[in-house]
């Protein structure tokens, strides 16, 4: 981004305060290609925005998101 002021209000959105590189799409690329590792999911996009639409919609809308762990050795809930 060229305009210093446009990159910096961009940057104090997204919680990890930086715009992605090319190389931060690599990981969710390889987790979709990978069959073992996403072999459930279907009909979803992957968000990789560094938190910038979950920190939007929580502070916006009020939104209360829940992570549950899951441990993927097991299969199971922690």
């Avoid at 940057?11 to 969710?28: N, Q, Y």
Wanted: proline share 6%.
């Amino acid at each position: 981004m060229k305009n210093p002021t446009k990159k910096a209000a961009l940057e104090a959105r997204i919680p990890l305060g930086r715009i992605g590189d090319p190389e931060d799409m690599a990981g969710p690329a390889v987790f979709l290609a990978c069959e073992e590792m996403s072999r459930y999911v279907n009909a979803t996009g992957v968000l990789a925005d560094g938190g910038m639409h979950i920190a939007e919609l929580s502070f916006c809308h009020g939104f209360i998101f829940a992570f549950v762990p899951i441990d993927l050795k097991s299969n199971s809930l922690e």
